[in-house]
């Protein structure tokens, strides 16, 4: 019998199928309504609809009108500017949606980071293995999860496109560890090479940190606005999660527009965050991602607003300014391999004084009155940083909330009692 | 306007007035603190270390002439020197030094080429540095010698017969007369040879580690010296600082400045100098202060003033303005 007739698939592959398509719909949804809700906001401009449109695609139509070949990153140490020398877009993979969960949960552990089980689950919906999405992973082995990122995604029944793992060197303060994270970089460089056919010299590596510093400094000003009050951090994220849904250089020319448009408005209204209003308060913790901007929505609700997060998904998104002295690629390779590791304020280093130090830090304690720490369930480590930080910042007077949850809104009610009662303690009225 | 560049226009307008001001008849005397060379034809004043070697002004002056005019000729040059150096500290060596901006010139044509700039290990620091406390001792101990007769008269000047700088910087002023070897005698011969292989070795050195001459410049030793003095100063607050290592990166001299004073997490809220940042080798550019994204990890302080402190949005006016790209 010749082995070629199509066989009609099993039960199982159906029903697997049905759900796929079932969950597929529902975090369609579940975007549809925030972004819905979005819009609905009485402080939404015009400017926030390119963010939105970013958002709302479908991603594989999104990175397909890129006309560049993705390569998707797992955390933030990943240097992006590498990536977008070698002419590929460098995409973060990242899981904000609630639905996702329901499709990978039975595959995976009970206990576990919500944010990896929700891409999980969202790639499982993305059918990887039949498109072309993403030419590679970069998994930089931040925590145990993203160890056993590859693993995860094969009990999944996940195919995943060639993988790159990098090693972080997480005693940071050892004089061997900023050479060894060179090293990885370098051998990134090398996987990147092999991907794009082509090596790449100082000038591409210039001009790509060019760019990114570029967007940098629209992302700074963005933060300026946001400590003075005058952008909350619900747009804050949402323009930082589009961040990556679009070249480099169109999402800093909206982000330009953006601040032209509020800049204009700050003109006839002035509102300075600087002056210790009690609502004023400091997001820190595990990332939080579109649509699952729950805890955001939470904190509005209670009356307490962002002016400073510590957020690897919001403000610590692009690193901060790279200064170069040594022009060649060397040179450049060093400084952006050193301020990726050297400036990561990932709870995952050990020698985390200087994480700390950015909750104690006197010179921008004056522009919020507490400090709120998200963790997310299974995610270990942010836990073990809300412990460091809790005693050092109550020391200095700093009203402290530790606020454990997950990506389900059943929580919400009792999250929200408890946010209002810190915002009672620091005198929102 | 940026501290770099004030520092930059700073650096010229002193490379103009210590090379070539003497032509108009300007001098601003023998006390300075930096390498203004007194062997270019019209220069606009003298670097300390020569009148540190004479032997009316070091310690090789004789008792007798102490309490004579030359002697207190030669205090007042001393105070001269010290109330200058407590006025702005290492910033001698990073605003006004005519060979630092020479040296910043080889850095910057090295970058345009995109050639690699050498990495030297703590060791190799370390070993290099040490040359600049042997040229240190060696010009305060040879003019004694001499007082004492015990060295050859020949080796008055003893350091800037050799200093590199003698020869390069009447180079770059169109005048070869110190590239020759001086036959008169052993001694002289000697000199003459170390000091063109010295120079060579400076040039290409300088050519390939930002500031290398730097590293072992006697004079940036002799500065440090006032350390406790310095009313210009770089300030850390250990307890504000992110350890991105920015500073370390743009420091010419590769001073590492983000390191923790402990591995401790206790905290202070006070303003403390940053040994580190004081280190002998420290240029007081301020290059590290600037590019500290960091609200107020790093700082510059004048007298008991703070005159900068360093933030995100400073560094950001940095990088609009591409410097440091």
Redesign the interface.
């Known amino acids: 019998m010749p082995s070629n007739i199509p066989q009609a698939p099993s039960n199982a592959i159906l029903r697997l199928q049905a759900r796929r398509d079932k969950i597929s719909q529902l975090a369609a949804n579940e975007i549809k309504t925030k972004i819905e809700s979005l819009k609905a906001r009485p402080d939404y401009k015009i400017e926030y609809s390119y963010f939105l449109d970013l958002l709302s695609a479908p991603l594989a139509s999104r990175l397909a009108a890129i006309n560049k070949p993705a390569v998707a990153f797992l955390c933030q140490v990943a240097p992006l500017e590498l990536i977008e020398a070698h002419g590929l877009h460098p995409y973060r993979l990242f899981g904000g949606h609630h639905a996702s969960e329901r499709l990978s949960a039975p595959n995976l552990p009970a206990v576990m980071c919500p944010m990896l089980r929700s891409l999980l689950g969202h790639l499982m919906t993305l059918d990887l293995g039949g498109d072309d999405s993403f030419k590679a992973l970069i998994i930089p082995t931040m925590c145990d999860w993203t160890v056993k990122f590859d693993s995860l995604s094969n009990l999944c029944g996940l195919k995943l496109p060639k993988v790159h793992l990098m090693d972080p060197s997480r005693v940071k303060n050892s004089p061997q560890a900023p050479k060894r994270w060179l090293g990885e970089t370098s051998s990134l460089n090398k996987f990147l090479e092999s991907l794009s056919g082509r090596k790449i010299g100082p000038r591409e590596l210039s001009r790509a940190i060019e760019t990114y510093q570029e967007a940098y400094l629209g992302f700074s000003q963005l933060i300026d606005l946001k400590r003075k009050l005058r952008l909350p951090q619900i747009w804050f994220s949402v323009i930082a999660s589009s961040f990556y849904l679009d070249t480099v250089q169109n999402w800093t020319k909206a982000v330009k527009g953006l601040l032209a448009a509020l800049c204009l408005k700050d003109k006839i209204e002035t509102n300075d965050g600087h002056n210790k209003k009690s609502q004023n308060v400091f997001l820190a913790g595990s990332p939080i991602f579109f649509p699952n901007f729950k805890m955001l929505d939470l904190l509005e609700e209670a009356g307490l607003m962002v002016v400073i997060d510590d957020l690897c998904s919001s403000e610590r998104l692009l690193p901060g300014p790279v200064f170069i002295t040594d022009h060649s690629f060397y040179g450049l390779l060093t400084a952006l391999s050193q301020r990726y590791h050297l400036g990561c304020l990932c709870p995952t280093f050990a020698d985390h004084h200087h994480a700390v130090n950015k909750f104690t830090n006197i010179f921008i304690n004056p522009i919020f009155k507490g400090i709120i720490f998200h963790v997310l369930k299974g995610c270990h480590l942010f836990d073990l940083k809300s412990l460091a930080v809790e005693p050092n910042v109550k020391e200095l007077g700093i009203k402290f909330l530790r606020v454990e949850t997950d990506y389900a809104k059943e929580d919400a009610n009792t999250l929200l009692t408890r946010l209002e009662a810190f915002g009672s303690s620091l005198g929102v009225a | 306007m940026t501290i770099r560049m004030l520092r930059l226009i700073s650096q010229h307008v002193f490379f103009f007035i210590l090379t070539f001001s003497g032509r108009l008849g300007i001098s601003l005397g023998p006390s300075l603190p930096c390498l203004s060379c007194p062997y270019v034809t019209g220069c606009g004043g003298v670097c300390y270390l020569r009148m540190l070697q004479s032997p009316m002004g070091g310690l090789g002056m004789n008792l007798a002439v102490l309490f004579t005019q030359r002697g207190l000729q030669a205090l007042a040059a001393f105070g001269l020197f010290v109330v200058l150096v407590a006025l702005f500290g290492q910033s001698w060596c990073g605003w006004t030094c005519p060979f630092g901006l020479l040296q910043d010139y080889a850095?910057r044509l090295r970058?345009?080429l995109?050639?690699?700039?050498a990495i030297l290990s703590?060791r190799a620091m370390f070993t290099i540095k040490i040359f600049k406390c042997i040229f240190f001792v060696y010009l305060l101990i040879i003019p004694v010698l001499i007082t004492l007769g015990l060295a050859h008269s020949d080796l008055t000047l003893p350091y800037c017969a050799i200093c590199p700088v003698k020869l390069i910087m009447p180079l770059i002023t169109g005048d070869p007369t110190y590239l020759n070897l001086d036959f008169t005698n052993s001694v002289l011969l000697t000199e003459s040879v170390v000091l063109i292989v010295f120079s060579g070795l400076v040039l290409v050195g300088m050519f390939f580690k930002?500031r290398f001459f730097c590293l072992i410049c006697p004079m940036s030793l002799l500065i440090s010296l006032f350390r406790p003095i310095f009313l210009l100063r770089l300030i850390k607050?250990?307890?504000?600082?992110?350890?991105?290592?920015?500073c370390r990166?743009?420091c010419?001299t590769t001073i590492d400045k983000?390191?923790?004073l402990s591995?401790?997490?206790k905290?202070s809220?006070k303003h403390i100098d940053a040994v580190r940042g004081f280190a002998k080798s420290c240029q007081g550019c301020f290059n590290c202060a600037q590019?500290c994204?960091?609200?107020?990890?790093l700082g510059i302080k004048f007298g008991p003033k703070v005159i900068f402190?360093a933030s995100?949005?400073y560094?950001?006016k940095?990088?609009?303005r591409?410097s440091?790209?």
């Open positions: 850095a970058n345009k995109r050639i690699r700039e703590d930002t607050e250990p307890a504000a600082c992110l350890g991105c290592g920015n990166r743009v010419p983000s390191a923790p591995n401790d997490l905290l809220t590019c994204s960091t609200e107020g990890s402190r995100r949005s560094a950001a940095l990088l609009k591409k440091f790209h």
